[in-house]
């Protein structure tokens, strides 16, 4: 029995893994997408997105049978919990993907309004804090945990940097509007990506060190 | 012992409806700050949302402690896991309405952009839905769960035509651009308050029918 606990928890891990692998692609494929003016990579996105819709059911099972079959003591209750929760994060995130790519496809009709750098730097920013994020998570690291935490403000900066270079072409041309409104929306979602990345560490900061870190940012951050 | 577990549950179920109530609070205060121009109510909302944290750690001790000591059945451990990610809803809709509070604060500054008539409606519909799904959630209501999913595609249809109308100011006048904007932003807030009400109804319907209607609406609304 607890050979058969641990067999399933690994493959709850690698199920983990794999979500956060293809969630941290879909950014990839949207950006690049967004920026080489590639609508194909449309598809790819839309298939990856319902892979992940299927090993989130998945995930969602094995840990909920897990506690309800095997009473685990309260380290590895802890874990499963996380992973219940880490598992709607990355859901989201694959969906906040999905949305980038639905403005892409609005931007790809019209000629690029600039050259793009802020957004893809934010990119791959949230890209890095998803994968650290996860790796605190299954490697129980608390201190990267925070780090990704802290990296928060990092990207809600860039944001605002963002979206105030784009509202000056906006307040230059009418025809920017809808181009520069798309951008700011995109710069928004990848902000949502961080932020899930961010709860995902105050859940794994919680787990490993049994401390809340939400809402005190200001205490921890350098 | 079985006492006892009944009394902490009860205490974990008022815990949910006093977070369901301050949330919905907060929404209408936030509208009522915008319509009104009431910037009096953005320290109420302020205050909410420290409470709404800290009911938020009580929640997920309590769920946690009752998993981990009583090792609950199947019905009642379903009813747990769901209380600890409705939870993260009920505090991520708090911090929406917090989002809608700094907005509207740019826009005290100014003159009124336009009457406000789409927005309160979105508002009114996302209240009830977050009051619904608790319900739902509370009273084990599968029906009314999925009710409230299917109220997310009407508060979609909402935003995008809010969005559509704003546009027309930004493209009237340059002047009208940041005001349209952070009214923009303001329905996207409260779009996505009705996503995470649905997020909850899902939740809802699967701890009751044990199935899962995530990425199947077009399946189960008329």
């Given at each position: 029995?607890?050979?058969?606990?641990?067999?399933?928890?690994?493959?709850?891990?690698?199920?983990?893994?794999?979500?956060?692998?293809?969630?941290?692609?879909?950014?990839?494929?949207?950006?690049?997408?967004?920026?080489?003016?590639?609508?194909?990579?449309?598809?790819?996105?839309?298939?990856?997105?319902?892979?992940?819709?299927?090993?989130?059911?998945?995930?969602?099972?094995?840990?909920?049978?897990?506690?309800?079959?095997?009473?685990?003591?309260?380290?590895?209750?802890?874990?499963?919990?996380?992973?219940?929760?880490?598992?709607?994060?990355?859901?989201?995130?694959?969906?906040?993907?999905?949305?980038?790519?639905?403005?892409?496809?609005?931007?790809?009709?019209?000629?690029?309004?600039?050259?793009?750098?802020?957004?893809?730097?934010?990119a791959k920013i949230s890209q890095k804090m998803v994968h650290d994020?996860?790796?605190?998570?299954?490697?129980?690291?608390?201190?990267?945990?925070?780090?990704?935490?802290?990296?928060?403000?990092?990207?809600?900066?860039?944001?605002?940097?963002?979206?105030?270079?784009?509202l000056t072409y906006m307040l230059q041309d009418t025809k920017n509007i809808?181009?520069?409104?798309?951008?700011?929306?995109?710069?928004?979602?990848?902000?949502?990506?961080?932020?899930?990345?961010?709860?995902?560490?105050?859940?794994?900061?919680?787990?490993?060190?049994?401390?809340?870190?939400?809402?005190?940012?200001?205490?921890?951050?350098?």
């Open positions: 029995m607890e050979r058969h606990f641990d067999e399933e928890l690994k493959k709850l891990k690698e199920n983990i893994i794999t979500m956060s692998l293809i969630s941290q692609d879909m950014i990839e494929d949207a950006i690049i997408m967004l920026k080489e003016r590639k609508s194909e990579l449309k598809e790819s996105v839309f298939e990856k997105e319902r892979k992940l819709n299927m090993i989130q059911i998945e995930i969602d099972n094995i840990a909920f049978k897990l506690i309800v079959l095997r009473q685990p003591a309260a380290g590895d209750l802890r874990f499963l919990i996380s992973a219940i929760k880490i598992n709607s994060d990355l859901e989201r995130i694959g969906d906040l993907a999905v949305n980038i790519v639905e403005r892409n496809q609005e931007l790809l009709k019209e000629l690029p309004l600039k050259p793009l750098i802020g957004i893809p730097r934010m994020a996860i790796d605190s998570f299954i490697n129980r690291k608390a201190e990267l945990a925070q780090q990704v935490c802290c990296q928060d403000d990092i990207v809600d900066n860039l944001n605002e940097q963002i979206f105030r270079e784009l809808t181009r520069a409104i798309s951008l700011t929306f995109i710069s928004k979602y990848l902000e949502r990506i961080a932020d899930h990345a961010t709860n995902i560490g105050e859940d794994v900061y919680y787990m490993v060190e049994g401390k809340d870190i939400r809402h005190h940012s200001d205490d921890y951050c350098k």
